[in-house]
């Protein structure tokens, strides 16, 4: 083989579908956990409201950022963000669940080890590839 190698090129269009693709994988591996783990009771109307009795009035509680347990530099921040004690109270009282469950994990585990099996498969096709054009095939040369 005599010359310099010259690697196969990718046009432009192809560059930018696999961007687009790579980009719209990223999205749905952060929003997938959103969407299909969402607490529906949480964003309710009413949820969280303790209900009173037919025909009584329930006590009008005040909310104040003490009563969510927010400091005044918590209260503050709140503030600059646009909540008041009434908008900010399903936010603050909705805690985030930090449980892992097995099965999900396990899923991603192996989606991420098949992912990358699969990357150093197709590294090690285009290595040998490269290699043979550039050398020969190692098995002729005996």
């Known amino acids: ?41 949480a964003t309710a109307p009413g949820a969280g409201e303790v209900q009173a009795p037919a025909g009584e009035q329930a006590p009008a ?4 950022w003490e009563s969510l347990n927010q400091t005044p530099v918590q209260a503050r921040q709140w503030e600059k963000l646009g909540h008041t004690p009434e908008t900010a109270k ?36 285009e290595y040998r590839e490269v290699v043979r054009e550039r050398f020969g095939d190692p098995a002729r040369r005996e």
């Not at 083989?1 to 980009?23: A, H, K, N, T």
């Not at 936010?91 to 098949?114: H, S």
């Open 90 to 125: 399903p936010i603050v009282e909705n805690r985030f669940d930090y449980t892992v469950e097995p099965v999900p994990l396990i899923i991603t585990a192996l989606v991420i080890v098949g992912y990358f099996l699969m990357m150093l498969r197709w590294s090690d096709r």
């Open 61 to 64: 509680a005040e909310v104040t």
């Open 1 to 41: 083989m005599s010359g310099r190698y010259e690697p196969p090129r990718q046009g432009g269009l192809g560059q930018f579908v696999d961007s687009i693709f790579l980009m719209v994988l990223v999205f749905i591996c952060l929003l997938a956990p959103v969407f299909l783990s969402r607490d529906q009771s």
